[in-house]
């Protein structure tokens, strides 16, 4: 472990004071860097309590203060997509119509084991970040697809909350099972909401069918004294008012140069909402070492409050292991 966790600090930053020290924020790391930095093989059986600790082994060793875990295997299930590079959203829909809806099997949350975030071994000073299974959007778009969701909006819209509904209250009560426990400090609420240009929806239908939910989960982590967290790709130039006024949520997560540098949100929001990672993907995957480091030490001189480090998204494969050290090299010394 290269520093002792202290997720204080996430909590300072939440609250957009200054953190004792600099801090790392990730949402998640890959497979053959998680086994890198835990020293040893990944345990076979996902949510488990030795997979948990795996995770909470290779977060602490890289000198977070918190680690990523979902709370359980509760999904909700959809047909296969085909395994490429890239996923349509508009494969592996299960729902057409109100039949198939009602044919549907709606999974329970309360059937799912969650004690595995509860037996957790954290060191001293760390907690868990808990996300979901996909976020609200995200998985009606997968029950539906992404196509037949836009022309269901219009051709029959009470089928369309009704999804919204099925989906919105399991995941509240996923959510109620996870912030019980003592060991989670944190709700990651991960949901994808725009593309480059625009959201995915409409600012009013994300109004209307999508952000109610979000404000519901947020309530709940905050009625339990935790903060929240949003996770959410594209431009959000017509709705960050909304995250930050109505759905109340703590910090906002992921950001791209080529939609609006996180440089540039942080001067713009910085000052209403926690701003966390943002160094570009694309920027950490291409760019030297060097240019890595320069960016983030003068992030790090920007966001002086509300701010931690991180990447734009998340670190997959294929960044460079020298580059993802050259950035957190930077909080770390």
Same mark, same amino acid.
């Given at each position: 472990?290269?520093?002792?966790?202290?997720?204080?600090?996430?909590?300072?930053?939440?609250?957009?004071?200054?953190?004792?020290?600099?801090?790392?924020?990730?949402?998640?790391?890959?497979?053959?860097?998680?086994?890198?930095?835990?020293?040893?093989?990944?345990?076979?059986?996902?949510?488990?309590?030795?997979?948990?600790?795996?995770?909470?082994?290779?977060?602490?060793?890289?000198?977070?203060?918190?680690?990523?875990?979902?709370?359980?295997?509760?999904?909700?299930?959809?047909?296969?997509?085909?395994?490429?590079?890239?996923?349509?959203?508009?494969?592996?829909?299960?729902?057409?119509?109100?039949?198939?809806?009602?044919?549907?099997?709606?999974?329970?949350?309360?059937?799912?084991?969650?004690?595995?975030?509860?037996?957790?071994?954290?060191?001293?000073?760390?907690? $868990?970040? @808990?996300?979901?299974?996909?976020?609200?959007?995200?998985?009606?778009? =997968?029950? /539906? *697809?992404?196509?037949? !969701?836009?022309?269901?909006?219009?051709?029959?819209?009470?089928?369309?909350?009704?999804?919204?509904?099925?989906?919105?209250?399991?995941?509240?009560?996923?959510?109620?099972?996870?912030?019980?426990?003592?060991?989670?400090?944190?709700?990651?609420?991960?949901?994808?909401?725009?593309?480059?240009?625009?959201?995915?929806?409409?600012?009013?239908?994300?109004?209307?069918?999508?952000?109610?939910?979000?404000?519901?989960?947020?309530?709940?982590?905050?009625?339990?004294?935790?903060?929240?967290?949003?996770?959410?790709?594209?431009?959000?130039?017509?709705?960050?008012?909304?995250?930050?006024?109505?759905?109340?949520?703590?910090?906002?997560?992921?950001?791209?140069?080529?939609? $609006?540098? @996180?440089?540039?949100?942080?001067?713009?929001?910085?000052?209403?909402? =926690?701003? /966390? *990672?943002?160094?570009? !993907?694309?920027?950490?995957?291409?760019?030297?070492?060097?240019?890595?480091?320069?960016?983030?030490?003068?992030?790090?001189?920007?966001?002086?409050?509300?701010?931690?480090?991180?990447?734009?998204?998340?670190?997959?494969?294929?960044?460079?292991?020298?580059?993802?050290?050259?950035?957190?090299?930077?909080?770390?010394?």
């Amino acid at each position: 472990m290269t520093r002792q966790p202290d997720f204080g600090n996430i909590l300072k930053i939440l609250r957009r004071e200054a953190p004792s020290r600099h801090t790392l924020f990730e949402f998640f790391l890959n497979d053959p860097l998680y086994k890198r930095l835990a020293g040893m093989k990944m345990p076979e059986e996902a949510y488990s309590l030795d997979r948990n600790n795996f995770y909470v082994r290779a977060f602490a060793n890289a000198g977070y203060d918190y680690a990523t875990i979902q709370g359980s295997a509760f999904h909700f299930p959809t047909e296969n997509r085909r395994g490429m590079k890239t996923v349509s959203l508009n494969e592996g829909f299960v729902m057409t119509d109100r039949e198939s809806f009602d044919a549907y099997e709606w999974p329970d949350p309360d059937a799912f084991d969650y004690s595995g975030i509860g037996r957790v071994d954290l060191p001293d000073g760390m907690k $868990l970040m @808990v996300c979901g299974p996909c976020g609200v959007l995200e998985n009606v778009t =997968a029950l /539906l *697809g992404y196509e037949n !969701l836009c022309v269901m909006l219009y051709e029959d819209p009470q089928l369309v909350h009704d999804v919204f509904a099925e989906v919105g209250l399991r995941l509240l009560r996923y959510y109620e099972n996870c912030v019980k426990y003592d060991t989670v400090g944190l709700l990651m609420v991960n949901d994808d909401w725009g593309f480059k240009t625009q959201t995915m929806l409409s600012p009013a239908q994300m109004r209307e069918y999508v952000f109610p939910w979000h404000r519901k989960i947020v309530e709940l982590a905050h009625n339990a004294g935790k903060p929240a967290v949003l996770h959410s790709c594209g431009f959000f130039g017509d709705i960050m008012d909304d995250v930050i006024d109505v759905l109340k949520f703590d910090g906002k997560h992921s950001y791209e140069d080529n939609i $609006l540098p @996180v440089e540039d949100a942080y001067r713009q929001w910085g000052d209403r909402i =926690a701003i /966390l *990672g943002g160094i570009d !993907l694309n920027f950490v995957v291409s760019e030297t070492p060097e240019k890595i480091r320069h960016r983030c030490k003068a992030m790090l001189a920007i966001g002086k409050t509300g701010y931690a480090l991180g990447t734009g998204n998340s670190v997959p494969e294929y960044v460079p292991v020298e580059n993802y050290f050259a950035m957190t090299g930077t909080v770390l010394g």
